[in-house]
């Protein structure tokens, strides 16, 4: 989930703090927020794992109070872990990965009174949080391991904007019903990305200097090597007199090697797409 969430951030270009945006450390603990409020939970709030402040932990001889925090935590996962009569979630990550969106959409609006605190896991009202006054940031996430300190501090008001917009747009498309596979995947990565998923690149403004795009071009699975021998051999026998093959051909076909470039076999694995059935929402699953 971080993963896909990180890869998303990048492909909306909102994942660099020294333009104002998210660092990698935020985005991680908005997943691990998403995963205390969703319902029913995934983890639950920290301060059950441990229920100190890490730094003004770590004091004395390192080595020990590393070893007594280690001990702390471990227990109270285990007890987290054992507990038979907690909910699990069942759900899928393209659902998870679509009410993270949800959960995030408005964000701009949110952000001038709420906090988001993973320590606690829910959000909380700033002005009441004598910890995190005064408050000159555009968006706070504290820290849980340095409180009180605001790991998006680097956030700037102009894009946290920027920010909500991405994840109110995606969660649209993620959410309509007539969007196409290729309208999905470019909302999701980058366009080299996309190359994976048998889709050609796309070209948006903020990666090649503010040219037009690229034109989507028609969605064709990515066959390896040992397909497209089979697809030439059948093209050449198409061209020939229509005979039965003898099994003494059939086998000499067989014991062909796969074709090799540079001396190296190259076998490249791609999705395929037969182009007949659009991705709903719910089969986002197969595309992440």
């Known amino acids: 989930m971080v993963l896909l969430v990180k890869e998303w951030a990048k492909a909306h270009d909102i994942n660099n703090p020294k333009t104002g945006t998210f660092n990698s450390y935020s985005l991680s603990l908005l997943v691990l927020f998403h995963f205390q409020t969703c319902v029913p939970a995934i983890l639950p709030p920290l301060k059950d794992i441990y ?17 007594q925090i280690a001990e702390i935590c471990a227990f109270n996962i285990a007890r987290f872990s054992s507990d038979k009569y907690r909910k699990i979630n069942r759900s899928s990550l393209a659902h998870l990965f679509v009410s993270f969106l949800e959960k995030f959409s408005g964000l701009s609006l949110k952000a ?13 009202h700033i002005r009441s949080n004598t910890r995190w006054l005064p408050n000159n940031h555009p968006l706070f996430i504290e820290d849980p391991f340095e409180q009180p300190e605001n790991s998006a501090r680097a956030v700037s008001e102009k894009n946290l904007a920027k920010i909500s917009n991405a994840f109110e747009m995606t969660h649209f498309r993620l959410t309509s019903t007539n969007q196409t596979r290729y309208a999905l995947l470019s909302s999701l990565a980058r366009p080299f990305i ?8 796309v070209r948006y403004a903020n990666y090649n200097n503010g040219h037009r795009r690229a034109r989507p071009q028609s969605h064709k699975s ?9 697809q030439s051999h059948n093209a050449k026998k198409e061209n020939r007199p229509n005979r039965s093959m003898s099994q003494q051909s059939v086998q000499q076909h067989q014991s062909q090697p796969v074709r090799q470039i540079n001396g ?13 059935q659009q991705p709903s929402p719910a089969n986002l699953e197969a595309e992440i």
Do not use: M
């Open 194 to 201: 996309l190359q994976f998923f048998g889709e050609s690149p």
């Open 264 to 276: 190296q076999v190259q076998q490249i694995w791609r999705p395929k797409s037969d182009g007949s």
């Open 51 to 67: 229920p100190g402040n890490l730094v003004d932990d770590l004091k004395g001889v390192r080595a020990n109070a590393e070893r």
């Open 112 to 124: 001038s009174e709420l906090g988001i605190c993973p320590f606690t896991g829910q959000w909380e």
């Open 222 to 230: 990515v066959n390896s090597p040992l397909q497209a021998q089979h």
